[in-house]
């Protein structure tokens, strides 16, 4: 990349960050691995750019990446600890991933697409990412024979509890996702109250696409 491309390239993830801001996200640990993280490098190479915008973009497989305002706020919600182990359900490009390998000790994500786990694989590997794996499998499920994890964080929505993820929990684990519900979809956050009893906690309005089973190769 040229001097001007390099410019251009900063000065649009200025922009992101003040976007972010601009919708009340101050974390500043979070902000700095956005800050971090080159989204053009996860992103298709007719959408780069688009890459710094705060947008959802298309992906393969009729996915898309979260933008990167709700990406954060599910982030945020998370309170990832760098001490944490981090369960992704849904690695979609492997940008999310590479954010949570910023603030996590381990990031173990799962995808449901093989041809999307293979690519965000190589991404996270060509961008130097060591503490993060992609496993294709059923979101689900998630993976309980690599848990526990101190934080879950769902990148889809669920319409009840998710009792096979929130199992892999340690015990004072947090996860995070968008429940469907009569009154809407809300971002919430799980907790245990006891060791059979959840707290939940609506945080926000949020609409994210269903939490599909099973497994593809593409589609």
Known sequence: MDLAGAEAGAEARIGLLLALRAKGLRDTDVLRAFETVARSRFVPRRYVDLAYADLALPIACGQSTLAPSVMATMIIALDVRPEHRVLEIGAGSGYGTAILARL???????????????????????????????????????????????????????????????????????????????????????GRATMREWEREAIAPLALAPLMSGTAAAL
């Open 104 to 190: 996590a000790a381990e990031v173990v994500s799962v995808e449901r697409f093989r041809s999307l786990a293979i690519e965000a694989r190589a991404r996270l590997e060509a961008q130097g990412v060591a503490n993060a794996s992609v496993h294709h499998a059923d979101g689900r499920r998630g993976l309980p024979d690599r848990g526990p994890f101190d934080r879950i964080l769902v990148e889809a929505a669920f319409d009840s509890f998710p009792q096979a993820l929130a199992a892999q929990l340690a015990p004072t684990g947090r996860l995070v996702g968008v429940e469907r519900g009569p009154d809407g979809s809300w971002l919430v956050r799980y």
